[in-house]
């Protein structure tokens, strides 16, 4: 399984990014999606999470900003965001709970992460 993440670059403040992570491999279904994002020096956090059911929930920090939503047949997770701030710089992480079979549990799994850089 794998995990490919694009849509990241450069950005001024108060403009917008769409991000999408499209999984591939052996998938029987996909659980819970989310990104994460890693500022520099800084330790990796939740941005959003969206369930298979598309229940969402959101960083404080991005809440009124950011969209997160999936497409299920496309085994894909977007995440709109807009109203950029340069706070909002990070490398941003999909990530994906799935399920390889039927029986099996879900397993955890990390694309490599897209740049986003928000400057003027």
């Known amino acids: 399984v794998q995990l490919q993440a694009s849509g990241g670059g450069l950005v001024q403040p108060g403009g917008s990014l769409r991000l999408a992570c499209a999984a591939s491999?052996?998938?029987?279904?996909?659980?819970?999606m989310a990104w994460y994002r890693q500022a520099p020096g800084k330790q990796r956090d939740l941005v959003a999470r969206i369930t298979r059911a598309g229940s969402t929930n959101y960083a404080d920090s991005v809440k009124g900003r950011f969209t997160i939503s999936r497409d299920n047949a496309k085994n894909t997770v977007y995440l709109q965001m807009d109203m950029l701030k340069p706070e909002d710089t990070a490398v941003y992480y999909c990530?994906?709970?799935?399920?390889?079979?039927?029986?099996?549990?879900?397993?955890?799994?990390w694309g490599k992460g897209t740049l986003v850089t928000v400057s003027s």
């Open positions: 990530h994906a709970n799935i399920r390889a079979g039927r029986w099996d549990i879900g397993m955890d799994y």
């Open positions: 491999g052996s998938i029987f279904s996909i659980n819970d």
